[in-house]
């Protein structure tokens, strides 16, 4: 079975053409510069091409995929007749989707009626839905939200405590985000543990990041909220932040509401402790050569990163495995140690060698270590194409 996964950003979209059973990509890549000019990078196992394509709309940049990929020189398949479906990336499903879903107009519908919780992302997901509908009409499409891993949660955990108005009319509660990050390390550790009864902690760092607390593969907490601005900080994220900050900057400035959240989602987190970059590596690089506040925002970062896991070992009465995911979490062995060093108390200790693996899976804690630790390359796309081939198959 073939499975376009498909990643739909306001001005770019990126795109994966997999094989749910085994995983296997066959070609991949990323339109850039929609509505304003147009490039396609495309990748074939090592073989990469990049063209200008005009790339008015969406719809452009979903046709050009289509080409290159039965391109004579470039492409993988003979006609969109061998693509069986598409699955979408999809920020937010709010409360209406605890699963993914097959689009059809009730669940374009839905996701329409999430965009006041996903107003940046759920308008460019839906161009990208609505593209794919307008190029392959009748090809099986599916959604798969971002938010729906975590629906499991108990209200103790997604309710903020605010007046009750707020959530019965607003919709206004935690929701969390990386769902389907953490559904796939969930369900690989289940294969590599050969059990479905497990406490998890799952750490997915990356330049975004967040933590879950999952008991028996169900979500029970989850540390970013309404939006991927809450829990740790990030690479320019600023992470759980007091709202009586933004009333201060505001008044004192003049800033609007808007241009504040603007400054903490983007010039925050590492980049504006460091004053230096996003960027782990360069942090690492800095912090190595004596820079006083790079360190300081790996030893923040670190630190909240250990509350977190300290707090979700409480909400699961213990846990029995930690776990590393995304770029950070997969390839920073100094940043592991540096977290797992506060989680001793836990009985949490690594095997100094075994933690030099970078972008491996691997088991990484001592054996006389209390929790199993492991580095679980996460893979999105592939929880996509697996859940928009098992709806699709029925
Ligand atoms: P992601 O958002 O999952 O792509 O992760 C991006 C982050 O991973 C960036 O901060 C990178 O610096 C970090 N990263 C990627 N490779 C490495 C590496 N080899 N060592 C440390 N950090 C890395």
Not at 9 to 38: F, H, W
Not at 178 to 207: D, M, P, Q, W
Not at 212 to 231: E, F, I, N, Q
Not at 355 to 384: H, Y
Request: proline share 4%; with cysteine; aromatic share 6%.
């Amino acid at each position: 079975m073939n499975v376009l996964v498909i990643n739909a950003g306001s001005s770019s979209l990126k795109y994966q053409l997999m094989n749910p059973e085994t995983g296997d990509v066959t070609a991949k890549g990323l339109c850039e510069r929609i509505y304003i000019d147009g490039r396609l990078t495309h990748k074939v196992g090592d073989k990469k091409v990049v063209k200008d394509i005009p790339m008015p709309t969406h719809s452009e940049a979903i046709s050009a995929v289509l080409d290159i990929l039965q391109d004579a020189e470039h492409g993988v398949i003979k006609s969109v007749d061998e693509i069986d479906a598409v699955g979408h990336r999809v920020l937010h499903g709010g409360m209406k989707f605890s699963d993914s879903c097959i689009i059809d107009d009730a669940c374009i519908k839905a996701i329409e009626d999430c965009i006041p919780l996903g107003p940046l992302h759920n308008p460019a997901n839906l161009m990208g839905i609505r593209a794919c509908q307008a190029v392959m009409p009748g090809k099986p499409q599916v959604a798969v939200f971002d938010t729906a891993f975590h629906m499991t949660m108990p209200p103790k955990a997604y309710r903020y405590a605010i007046p009750t108005e707020y959530y019965e009319n607003d919709d206004i509660r935690r929701y969390g985000f990386h769902g389907t990050s953490h559904k796939y390390i969930a369900r690989r550790v289940a294969a590599l543990l050969g059990k479905k009864e497990f406490k998890l902690v799952n750490c997915h760092l990356g330049n975004g990041s967040s933590l879950s607390a999952v008991k028996d593969g169900k979500c029970m907490d989850t540390s970013m909220g309404l939006s991927p601005l809450a829990g740790v900080p990030m690479g320019t994220r600023s992470g759980d932040i007091d709202a009586c900050v933004v009333q201060f900057i505001c008044n004192k400035y003049g800033m609007s509401v808007d241009d504040c959240l603007t400054m903490l989602n983007k010039k925050s987190g590492v980049l504006a402790v460091s004053g230096v970059s996003s960027d782990f590596r360069d942090l690492e690089d800095g912090a190595a050569n004596g820079n006083a506040d790079c360190q300081l925002a790996l030893d923040k970062f670190c630190y909240e990163v250990a509350k977190y896991v300290g707090a979700y070992a409480a909400a699961l009465n213990g846990i029995d495995v930690l776990t590393f995911t995304a770029g950070v979490g997969e390839n920073g062995p100094d940043t592991r140690q540096a977290i797992c060093d506060y989680l001793g108390f836990m009985g949490i200790k690594l095997d100094p060698e075994k933690n030099k693996v970078r972008g491996k899976e691997q088991l990484i804690s001592a054996p006389d270590s209390a929790v199993q630790v492991w580095v679980v390359p996460t893979n999105e796309e592939l929880m996509i194409a697996q859940d928009t081939a098992e709806l699709v198959n029925g």
